[in-house]
């Protein structure tokens, strides 16, 4: 039976965002269309989506590929929105920066223009990041949707990460001009550091980085922000089913510095051998901007989980899995 509420899309299926917006698709009556990399020696085990309830009725599996465009297009015919999630994440930037945001740009333009010629698109939803707002020379204690990174002070700095960064930025600029200029509905989620549980076998990056100090890693990003992955999918559904939504969100809800994880994992999981206080002096020192999810709150949308739950599913989750 075809979804109550239409079909839709999902690009990076396999992916740890991208598969627990599956799931909460299915569940609230949709259809769903995912695409995934080619896999000619079918080594990928893709249970973990085709074993969802209600997949065997309402999930189909298209393959698709961000250096060509062109691939999406079955994949989108006939759906009535996409969530477009698939993206190139390399932070030990093997690849140019150049090539990497080139490939996100067209790519992206790739998908809106099938969206276009589908006629049957009614909105998408472009996941860009907190990264394509967090880095600008402005003395705030808090951003919102009207900040952008800059991208000249990216390029300069080579920091990690930054290619990341800077293709975010630049697709997501792409992405809402393409829908002013051709008149087509795009939106843009702009998630922190998605913290919380996952179906995917693979671990998700971000999780292993925001729990770096259990895993006993020492190259810390905190002080980050973070918000829950069930958040995350509610956020999607709640833009692409509102009445009119315009532009940009960000999605987050929680600053986590080291002081706080530190706190957390020594008082709620104390297996785990972290550092002392005193010894992460300079992280302690360190400052971010605070991200602000006023706009998606103002439009009726309400977070459920804290930084307790993201980060005690996170760790039962990797546990589970034999990461942890």
């Not at 691939?71 to 009535?80: N, Q």
């Not at 069930?230 to 987050?252: M, Q, T, W």
Request: charged share 25%.
């Amino acid at each position: 039976m075809e979804g109550t509420k239409g079909r839709v899309c999902v690009t990076g299926g396999t992916g740890h965002i991208a598969s627990w917006l599956i799931m909460r698709l299915l569940e609230n009556g949709y259809a769903v269309n995912t695409t995934i990399r080619s896999d000619p020696e079918n080594r990928k085990d893709l249970g973990f989506l085709t074993s969802l309830p209600g997949a065997s009725q309402n999930l189909q599996i298209f393959k698709a590929d961000l250096s060509n465009p062109e691939t999406f297009s079955a994949a989108i015919e006939g759906c009535i929105g996409v969530f477009h999630i698939a993206a190139t994440i390399d932070f030990e930037e093997k690849e140019p920066e150049e090539i990497v945001t080139k490939r996100s740009v067209d790519a992206t333009l790739g998908i809106l223009k099938a969206c276009l010629n589908s006629k049957t698109v009614k909105r998408v939803i472009y996941t860009s990041s907190s990264s394509a707002i967090a880095y600008h020379f402005k003395d705030v204690e808090v951003v919102d949707e009207s900040f952008w990174s800059d991208v000249d002070f990216l390029r300069a700095r080579k920091r990690v990460g930054g290619s990341y960064a800077i293709s975010k930025t630049l697709t997501e600029k792409a992405a809402l001009e393409f829908g002013e200029q051709n008149d087509i509905d795009v939106v843009t989620l702009l998630p922190s550091y998605v913290v919380g549980p996952f179906i995917c076998p693979k671990l998700a990056g971000s999780v292993h980085l925001a729990l770096a100090m259990a895993f006993g890693e020492k190259n810390y990003r905190y002080p980050l922000q973070a918000v829950h992955i069930d958040d995350v999918a509610r956020a999607y559904i709640f833009l692409f089913e509102h009445s009119n939504p315009k532009g940009r969100y960000i999605c987050s809800t929680e600053d986590v510095t080291v002081e706080r994880i530190y706190k957390f994992l020594t008082e709620k999981h104390p297996q785990f051998e972290v550092p002392t206080l005193d010894s992460l002096k300079e992280i302690k020192a360190r400052k971010i901007h605070s991200l602000s999810s006023k706009k998606l709150l103002d439009a009726g949308f309400d977070f459920k989980y804290g930084f307790d739950e993201m980060f005690n599913e996170a760790i039962q989750c990797c546990k589970e899995k034999g990461y942890l």
